[in-house]
């Protein structure tokens, strides 16, 4: 089985947490945690969960629909 790795630092997982089947290491979880707002890192944290942890959906699209038009 292949071990999981964080999706912000990329290396292997020995603990942290699992959302949505990703994982996200106890150091990065500390890291966004404790992190300021107004800073270059609080943008890059928010970007790898958006990147990672939410459902890919069609501009536009009803995402109960099941009929999609591509």
Same mark, same amino acid.
Request: aromatic share 10%; glycine share 6%.
């Given at each position: 089985? !292949?071990?999981?790795?964080?999706?912000? *630092?990329?290396?292997?997982?020995?603990?942290? =947490?699992?959302?949505?089947? !990703?994982? =996200?290491?106890?150091? *990065?979880? +500390? !890291?966004?945690?404790?992190?300021?707002? +107004?800073? +270059?890192?609080?943008?890059?944290? @928010?970007?790898?969960? @958006? @990147?990672?942890?939410?459902?890919?959906?069609?501009?536009?699209?009803?995402?109960?629909?099941?009929?999609?038009?591509?």
């Amino acid at each position: 089985m !292949k071990r999981q790795c964080c999706i912000i *630092c990329g290396k292997p997982l020995n603990r942290g =947490i699992i959302v949505n089947g !990703k994982a =996200i290491c106890s150091n *990065c979880e +500390d !890291k966004i945690i404790n992190v300021r707002m +107004d800073t +270059d890192f609080y943008l890059y944290y @928010k970007n790898c969960i @958006k @990147k990672y942890l939410t459902y890919p959906m069609i501009r536009g699209e009803d995402n109960r629909c099941q009929n999609y038009h591509l």
